[in-house]
């Protein structure tokens, strides 16, 4: 299967394009009233240039490509210091606005070509996924041990691969294998049994999404994982019935929405197959009245943007052939993809939720600061960063932090542990199964 995976040399036309005029540092909100805060979970840890969103990480590429920089200790942990949130990216406004995350991960992926990256902590994960197929180095009979109780309760749920479903729940590596984050799959399994939904699960065929490797730069490692989904997906609607993949995973979602397209061959083997996340299902059958909410919740919520279900799903126009401005010019976005309201709206139609708005949200979301390996790479300042996002949330006065994302879910539950915080963190589908009973 051939992918068009971007190398740092192709993308140099836009690297040169950054003028390093600062606006990629802080998040602007013109309202009224206006408001600005810190959008760079590196640039506030660490103040470094260097580490100071687009502007620092473009430096370091130009002085790869010209030989300037070499793949050092130093610079190699300053590279990895990126959520890769897209924060920065979303203030920007040159040309080289829509290529932001690309680049800087273009970069890890030269650094891994050459043999020096990425860093020794992701290599663990990496080989994880060459021996297991998850980053979590988790044995595959592992990987069903959340769907047990259903199990137990007399409520199984299929095996996609030996019984023909609509839907397949794809559950993803953190809600499989993370014991806090298992609740979210529970969550998701028990709201789509009352609610009559024909779904089944891979079980131990699940294999990773890929996005761990494509994040840290292992380009080849992700074009293993995502050949072989590619390929079981278009099994699964040819032979199984298959035509909705269904995840309550952002990670996950942003992967399958906007890596595998980089696939030469995605639209063959994707036709007739729809992916949604789990809110966006939930909010489309809340719309047709097809979500009964019997039950309420007397609390005050406030909601995090996951970064990959968020901004990095804009889509932007650029001039390529120069018809209108010049050529590679940045013309304009979309967020027309973006899940931004639809987790919102499930709340607020939660009887007794007092919906409380965080002032970074939406395409200006505070990155939880677990994203692009920095969980694994740099443990601690992941934690450290979820706090300063659970204070945030506090500062609304709300009692809980919902979130759609297994991964954002683990790490502010870090932050709030760190520097313990009463929040509760929360997925928007546990808030859910909580309110809907099962359907006569």
């Not at 959520?83 to 606005?97: A, E, R, Y």
């Not at 290529?99 to 860093?119: D, N, Q, T």
């Not at 292992?218 to 050949?227: G, I, N, Q, S, V």
């Not at 505070?366 to 300063?388: D, I, P, Q, R």
Request: hydrophobic residues 35%.
């Amino acid at each position: 299967m051939e992918w068009d995976i971007a190398s740092l040399e192709d993308l140099e036309h836009y690297i040169w394009r950054c003028t390093a005029c600062g606006t990629c540092k802080v998040a602007y909100d013109f309202g009224p009233p206006s408001t600005c805060a810190p959008i760079c979970p590196a640039g506030t840890e660490f103040g470094f240039e260097g580490n100071m969103s687009s502007k620092g990480k473009i430096a370091f590429a130009r002085g790869i490509l010209d030989g300037t920089l070499e793949f050092d200790e130093e610079l190699l942990d300053d590279m990895y210091r990126c959520t890769i949130c897209g924060g920065c990216q979303n203030q920007c406004q040159l040309d080289h606005k829509p290529f932001i995350p690309e680049i800087m991960e273009a970069m890890r992926r030269k650094a891994v070509e050459a043999g020096k990256g990425p860093l020794p902590l992701h290599k663990n994960l990496t080989q994880s996924l060459k021996d297991y197929n998850n980053p979590y180095q988790g044995p595959r009979r592992l990987r069903t041990d959340w769907a047990r109780p259903f199990k137990k309760a007399k409520k199984p749920i299929k095996n996609i691969m030996k019984e023909p479903a609509e839907a397949l729940f794809y559950v993803g590596c953190t809600g499989a294998f993370n014991q806090q984050a298992r609740a979210i799959p529970t969550a998701t399994a028990s709201l789509f049994q009352k609610l009559g939904l024909d779904f089944g699960i891979l079980g131990d065929n699940e294999v990773c999404c890929g996005s761990t490797a494509m994040r840290v730069g292992d380009a080849e490692e992700f074009k293993r994982l995502a050949t072989h989904n590619l390929e079981l997906f278009k099994k699964l609607h040819d032979e199984q019935g298959v035509n909705t993949i269904i995840t309550s995973c952002a990670g996950c979602y942003r992967a399958i929405k906007k890596d595998y397209i980089l696939s030469q061959d995605y639209d063959q083997m994707m036709d007739g197959i729809r992916v949604v996340h789990t809110a966006q299902y939930l909010h489309e059958l809340m719309q047709k009245g097809e979500l009964p909410i019997t039950g309420e919740l007397k609390t005050k919520i406030t909601y995090h943007d996951p970064c990959h279900i968020g901004r990095h799903l804009n889509k932007f126009e650029v001039d390529t052939e120069g018809s209108e401005l010049w050529p590679g010019a940045y013309l304009g976005m979309s967020e027309e993809d973006c899940i931004y309201e639809e987790p919102r709206e499930l709340l607020a139609a939660i009887p007794g939720v007092e919906f409380m708005e965080m002032e970074r949200n939406r395409s200006n979301s505070y990155c939880c600061g677990g994203g692009g390996g920095v969980m694994t790479g740099f443990g601690e300042w992941a934690a450290k960063n979820a706090s300063l996002r659970v204070e945030e949330g506090m500062g609304t006065g709300a009692e809980v932090m919902a979130s759609t994302c297994p991964f954002c879910n683990f790490n502010l539950g870090s932050g709030a542990q760190r520097i313990q915080s009463p929040m509760k963190i929360m997925d928007v589908v546990e808030l859910l199964d909580q309110v809907i009973t099962e359907q006569e």
